[in-house]
Nanobody, 122 residues
Framework: QVRLAESGGGLVQPGGSLRLSCAAS????????MAWYRQAPGKQRELVAS???????NYADFVKGRFTISRDNAKNTILLQMDSLKPEDTARYYC????????????????WGQGTQVTVSS
């Protein structure tokens, strides 16, 4: 089973920046859209940004102009550069891949990481 490992979370002051990283490990034959979601206490998990294998990106309105998602297909990694952070960005951030498989003969499945905590507070 492919696993996702996130890193880069932490505590930052409002207006500050953080960069999250997510790396997929294991045998990977196909990997499709990779994305970042977040979930704050008492709220539903929501999409932050996604990036397809062809590098097409999609952003939630609440992060447009502040966050940038990027991808390295050779390393099966994505980054989320978060600038101008606000207290309402405080949440646990999860990496997700919508379709992945280890060989051409195994089924596609989706996978989630364990998440990394981002706290924006003065």
């Amino acid at each position: 089973q492919v696993r996702l490992a996130e890193s880069g979370g932490g505590l930052v002051q409002p207006g500050g920046s953080l960069r999250l990283s997510c790396a997929a490990s294991g045998d990977i034959f196909d990997i499709n859209t990779m994305a970042w979601y977040r979930q704050a206490p008492g709220k539903q998990r929501e999409l932050v940004a996604s990036i397809a294998f062809n590098y097409n990106t999609n952003y939630a309105d609440f992060v447009k102009g502040r966050f940038t998602i990027s991808r390295d297909n050779a390393k099966n990694t994505i980054l989320l550069q978060m600038d101008s952070l606000k207290p309402e960005d405080t949440a646990r951030y999860y990496c997700h891949v919508d379709r992945i498989r280890e060989t051409s003969k195994t089924p596609l499945y989706d996978v989630w990481g364990q998440g990394t905590q981002v706290t924006v507070s003065s």
